[in-house]
């Protein structure tokens, strides 16, 4: 049988799920903003590996692509953008990364 407490724990889970991908999110930023490109993109990746249908994707993408490119990681921006411009293609991100990559986004 279900209850209203089953709607209500359900809701609770999705929130605290969020919560844990802006924590994320908050870090790997955290770490950009230092300089810290190599951290920060190991916790886009991160990110992208548990949360792969969370809706801040399409910036997580970007911003990994934008990680790799600084910390001279050049062989790891082109997954990013082809995914990004292929999954999102009508995201600000998509278009951002047409711009800032046009070698790699076809």
Do not use: C, W
């Amino acid at each position: 049988p279900h209850s209203k407490e089953d709607g209500e724990a359900k809701d609770k889970r999705l929130l605290l799920i969020q919560m844990l991908a802006d924590k994320e999110i908050y870090i790997a930023d955290f770490y950009y903003s230092q300089e810290k490109y190599t951290s920060a993109l190991s916790r886009y990746d991160l990110f992208l590996q548990s949360f792969p249908q969370n809706r801040r994707v399409p910036y997580v993408l970007l911003r990994a692509a934008k990680s790799a490119e600084k910390a001279a990681a050049t062989d790891r921006i082109e997954p990013y953008v082809s995914q990004l411009v292929a999954n999102y293609p009508s995201t600000t991100e998509a278009k951002q990364a047409r711009r800032e990559f046009p070698n790699v986004a076809r």
